[in-house]
């Protein structure tokens, strides 16, 4: 492995990356290690365009671009000195010639790389009187993106994603020299199932969402980790909130998972926290209080459960690994049979999206629960986490007792309907499909009453007068137990995970 000196502290990395790569490797840039940067992108091919990631190297006469130059053993370099100061200068105040003042209206401002570069290591003053180059504004690109290209600073990764990525390639760099816009082909949109990307990746106010522009300013945002719910691919996000509202998704880098992308379908996902929510607790069909809906479900258990009736237990690839690891115990703590579960499926690609549309297949298949999308056949009461499994299929079911997020078919003919938190309420883990368990933390408080599938589960215990149920709940006890009674989840659980996931054993 090569040894290079950065700065005067040694570092060794791997051979064949370039400077910047070897340093990102590391977990340094502008972590550490502060090398401005436009055009280059960890998951993108090098451009060498923008000019700003110049670097002194020892022995070497001009200064260098870190992005497109290899390591080598024994290599010097220099990121502070006053030539790469004044290098830097010097390709900002070009940046900047025809950049437009519009900084109080631009929705990049608060998460903008040209400003915050333009801080650090520009002048603070211009040198230029001359009008700046006027452009097109609010350019329609296609349905999710709007361009300004007065904003554009043509670092061209834009253009790069779409060619490399989805490799669709609608956007091009037109025109030469201080003509230069970037634009669509002609004839064509910017419609590709992961367009939304290009506003993550243009590090200027040029390319915003449709979704998201306008609608806040991002310094009122702060950022949750979180992950997709939308397939089992389980992308990593972080979810923006302000005043108990989420505001949108963008990626979480997990070079594991999604690299640092998410689709346009999963982007838009977060709006999910405010559509279609089962709202209200129900006793046979009407609406009622929660105490007296678990109280209601904890009696027909009980009485099923004296009669010897059956008890089926229908797990949801959309509850966490906690949750279903509370049903599976309460579904042995009433002597029923291990549940099952039915996986909603839609096209996938080769991308990110998967066909598996829910995050937590894979955990329901690793808990024990079987996939099955058949009628459950006679039961007393069934407990039903979900709403994948058609209400047909629990025609036989003389009690439904439905925990859901939102509201369906199956909670609409349940004998008792309970309000469960989506995801971005609560805190626990799925599992994807590759089986990486990730965790999610609460982002925003339901605007009714609804409690974490798990927590109405063991609530239900207590209802039905099981030892030790009820009372407080606690997740990360349960998903303490979790890891230690289930050998594949051994070791993995909410505290030990962290922010990049891990394997089950
Ligand atoms: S629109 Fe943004 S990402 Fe695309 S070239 Fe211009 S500055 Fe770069
Ligand atoms: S690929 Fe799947 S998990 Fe990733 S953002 Fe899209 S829907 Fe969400
Ligand atoms: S980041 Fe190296 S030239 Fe743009």
């Known amino acids: 492995m090569p040894k290079i000196e950065i700065d005067g502290k040694p570092y060794e990395v791997a051979e064949g990356r370039t400077l910047l790569q070897a340093i990102d490797d590391l977990g340094l840039l502008m972590n550490g290690v502060e090398i401005p940067h436009y055009c280059w992108h960890p998951k993108l091919s090098i451009d060498g365009s923008c000019r700003l990631c110049q670097v002194e190297i020892e022995g070497v006469p001009k200064l260098q671009i870190a992005c497109n130059t290899p390591v080598r053993d024994g290599m010097v370099i220099h990121t502070a000195t006053e030539r790469v100061a004044t290098a830097r200068q010097g390709v900002m105040e070009l940046l900047l010639l025809n950049h437009p003042l519009d900084c109080p209206i631009c929705d990049q401002a608060g998460e903008c790389k040209l400003q915050d570069y333009a801080y650090e ?90 979704d998201f522009r306008f609608r806040i300013r991002v310094w009122f945002l702060d950022d949750v980790e979180s ?45 999910r926290v405010a559509e279609g929510r089962l709202d209200v607790a129900t006793l046979r069909r009407r609406p009622a209080s929660f105490d007296d809906a678990i109280g209601h479900a904890g009696l027909a258990l009980r009485e099923a459960r004296a009669a010897g009736g059956r008890i089926v237990g229908v797990a949801s690839p959309l509850a966490s690994n906690e949750d279903l690891y509370v049903l599976r115990e309460l579904l042995a703590a009433l002597g029923a049979d291990p549940g099952v579960f039915a996986v909603p499926r839609g096209e996938g690609d080769d991308i990110l999206l998967s066909e598996e549309r829910a995050p937590n297949a894979a955990g329901a298949r690793a808990l024990g629960f079987a996939e099955s999308a058949e009628p459950v056949g006679r039961a007393a009461v069934a407990l039903v986490l979900g709403h994948e499994l058609a209400p047909a299929a629990l025609a036989g079911v003389e009690q439904v007792i439905v925990l859901d997020s939102h509201a369906s078919d199956v909670s609409a003919g349940a004998a008792v309907a309970l309000p469960a938190r989506w995801h971005l309420e609560m805190s626990g883990t799925f599992t994807n499909g590759a089986r990486r368990v990730q965790r999610f933390l609460p982002v925003v408080e339901p605007r009714f009453e609804a409690y974490a599938r798990g927590e109405i589960l063991w609530r239900l215990g207590g209802a039905v007068g099981l030892d030790g149920w009820g009372g407080e709940y606690d997740v990360r006890a349960v998903s303490k137990r979790l890891s230690e009674q289930v050998p594949a989840f051994r070791g993995v659980s909410l505290a030990t995970v962290g922010d990049q996931g891990r394997e089950l054993g």
């Open 227 to 271: 992950v997709c719910a939308g397939c089992a691919t389980g992308c990593n996000v972080l979810a923006s909130r302000a005043s108990n509202r989420v505001y949108r998704f963008v990626p979480r880098r997990n070079d594991a998972v999604n690299q640092t992308w998410i689709c346009d379908e999963g982007r838009l996902s977060y709006k």
């Open 121 to 210: 290591y520009g002048v603070p003053e211009s040198r230029t009187q001359e009008p700046r180059r006027p452009a097109k504004k609010a350019v329609d690109l296609g349905p999710t993106i709007v361009l300004d290209q007065e904003r554009c600073i043509l670092c061209r990764r834009c253009v790069r994603f779409c060619r490399e990525v989805p490799e669709t390639g609608e956007l091009g760099v037109f025109a030469r020299g201080d003509e230069s816009v970037l634009d669509v082909f002609p004839g064509r949109q910017l419609d590709n199932p992961y367009s939304m990307n290009v506003a993550d990746l243009c590090p200027v106010g040029a390319l915003t969402t449709r």
